[in-house]
């Protein structure tokens, strides 16, 4: 014979219903970062480089031209 617990269904239902919510509203957020916040930040680092690049030969040409 199996053991008997005395928890009632609604509260087993509502526990297993809060994880449900809880695993779905993270698996979103984690898939909104990765399609929407990863290629932004990838743009501004691009951008970052080529200012600094750009500011770096304009420096190099500046000087050489003296």
């Known amino acids: 014979m199996g053991i008997v617990m005395d928890i009632p269904k609604g509260a087993m239902i509502g526990t297993m219903l809060a994880t449900t919510v809880k695993t779905v509203l993270v698996g979103t957020f984690?898939?909104?970062?990765q399609l929407v916040v990863e290629p932004i930040v990838r743009i501004i680092a691009e951008v970052f480089v080529i200012v600094s690049q750009s500011r770096h030969h304009g420096q190099a040409h500046h000087h050489g031209s003296r």
Do not use: F, L, P, W
Request: hydrophobic share 50%; proline share 0%.
């Open 30 to 33: 984690v898939r909104v970062r």
